[in-house]
């Protein structure tokens, strides 16, 4: 008998075994939060590299990621339970702890059919750049809304990492300028704060000769330049000093440009690596220095998605080198949307393809009287023969709630926005990629893009490894241990079995 109640322990979720966090911890809050995203970073990435990594060191003296290996609670496999994961859906959700079907943010663009045009998924009418497409509060609003004196901040090389994670109160969140040459933020922000002004002059100044690129936002400076204003940011502006907890977020964007560049198995990005190790370790010590240990410190690093390796290896030889031509698909399409409803017309049924979305020709469906529930299903039956294509998903599937309950289609209710998804989005087999000029490419549901390591270390977290995790559930744990309400549309769980517990009475 014994042995199966032990049994039936073991099957239990985390969340029952799990014991209570020790109160006087509780009540002891981080004085700063940082979390750091490391932009495409796969999740075997730290134990293929671990022995060349820089020693874990001690709280005085830290090393760089195996500080963190060493200290934290390590969720090797976190994982983002989406369709296509991209910069602006993982990070949209890393501090909003909700799915894209929710916060809105369920792709990098999306084609907006009243306008006629792509629109970027922080682009915005009003001051360019602004976090309003994102319909959830994050981490940090909550923070700004329970305590008047914490300040957020964020700072990435892509403008859309620093917005997602800003949130829509961040005191400043700073981007690299589309030239690459300075950093900036938008009007929605206001006036910049004057600490870039130094990185930026040390950017003008230094010719860029990075052996990897001539480009700053795909070389090693990039890293290098976004952590020294992380630095620049927390010592300027007092960060975990002030009366209430503060929030820095960052996100290194470099690994992700020179990752399609180059391909993930490039030694280049090894040497990435590396140097974001040597950096980390920096900051790490800047940020000792400040907070005087690491007693009020939270932090927390993960990536918003992975990427594949070399398809060709890995594909049937019926897939070619693995790239799905769309515009070849929209002929296809085109032709049988002809024949099916006996229309002749030079305008095409289908206006906008990119990201794996199709969007119909809306005006010239209802010209015709035809139903758009009618085209979709056509347009399916069409995209399905493709090569490479597994699962088509339409908008009316979607809207009658007729989506397969299979890996894709539970990925795909967390993911599809009907106002801003096409008509129908297709799921290509593993290793299969949207044709470009790109060597390596994300964007999918698959395992390889999907999972990504996830750390949290603080005063209240054991370090040792942990199974699951869910990127939905950073957010949530994130509050709770604050004491804020969690954000708006927050729906993960809280992380409880990485808890410090109380200690069992003798
Ligand atoms: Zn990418």
Redesign the pocket.
């Known amino acids: 008998m014994k042995f199966i109640f032990f049994g039936c322990l073991l099957m239990m979720s985390p969340t029952l075994l799990a014991l209570p966090l020790a109160t006087e911890s509780y009540l002891k809050k981080p004085k700063l939060v940082v979390v750091l995203v490391i932009?495409?970073f796969r999740g075997e990435l730290l134990n293929k590299m671990q022995k060349e990594l820089k020693p874990a060191g001690t709280a005085a003296q830290p090393g760089g990621f195996a500080f963190l290996m060493k200290n934290g609670a390590w969720f090797p496999h976190a994982e983002y339970e989406v369709s296509q994961a991209?910069?602006c859906v993982g990070h949209a959700m890393i501090l909003s702890g909700s799915y894209p079907t929710l916060n809105g943010i369920s792709l990098n663009q999306w084609f907006d059919s009243k306008a006629g045009k792509r629109i970027g998924c922080i682009e915005d009418a009003r001051d360019g750049i602004s976090p309003r497409n994102l319909f959830a509060t994050t981490v940090g609003d909550e923070m700004k809304t329970s305590r008047s004196k914490s300040k957020v901040i964020s700072v990435a090389v892509k403008d859309r990492s620093a917005v997602l994670l800003g949130g829509h109160r961040a005191d400043h969140a700073i981007w690299l300028n589309s030239a690459g040459s300075a950093w900036t933020t938008s009007t929605y922000y206001g006036t910049p704060p004057t600490w870039i002004d130094a990185e930026n002059r040390r950017l003008s100044a230094s010719p860029k000769k990075d052996l990897l690129s001539k480009n700053l936002a795909a070389s090693i400076e990039g890293t290098q330049s976004t952590l020294r204003l992380a630095a620049q940011a927390l010592t300027e502006e007092k960060l975990g000093r002030g009366p209430d907890t503060d929030l820095l977020a960052i996100s290194l964007s470099n690994h992700?440009?020179l990752?399609?560049a180059l391909g993930p198995e490039s030694p280049e990005m090894e040497k990435l690596v590396l140097a974001e190790d040597v950096e980390l370790q920096r900051f790490f010590g800047v940020l000792q220095k400040q907070m005087k240990g690491w007693s009020e410190v939270l932090f927390v690093m993960t990536a918003d998605?992975g990427?594949p390796g070399t398809p060709t290896k890995l594909l049937p030889p019926e897939n070619g080198d693995g790239q799905f031509d769309a515009l070849a698909s929209i002929r296809n399409v085109n032709r049988h949307l002809d024949e099916a409803f006996k229309v002749r017309s030079k305008e095409p049924w289908i206006t906008a393809t990119f990201l794996l979305n199709f969007y119909l020709n809306e005006k010239f469906i209802q010209e015709r009287g035809l139903s758009l529930a009618a085209v979709e299903s056509e347009a399916k039956k069409a995209l399905a023969k493709e090569p490479g294509v597994i699962e088509v998903f339409t908008r009316q599937e979607f809207l009658d709630g007729k989506i397969s309950d299979n890996l894709p289609g539970r990925q795909f209710k967390n993911s599809y926005r009907p106002d801003r998804n096409g008509h129908l989005q297709i799921v290509l087999r593993p290793f299969m990629v949207a044709k470009s000029e790109l060597t390596a490419?994300?964007?999918t549901g698959w395992a390889y893009d999907r999972y990504v390591p996830l750390f949290l270390m603080g005063n209240s977290i054991s370090p040792g490894i942990y199974a699951g995790g869910k990127i939905v559930d950073i957010a949530p744990t994130v509050s709770f241990l604050l004491g804020t309400v969690p954000p708006s549309m927050s729906e993960g769980r809280v992380l409880s079995e990485t808890f410090k517990s109380v200690k069992p009475s003798k």
């Open positions: 932009d495409q991209m910069t992700d440009i990752g399609h998605h990427i490419n994300h964007m």
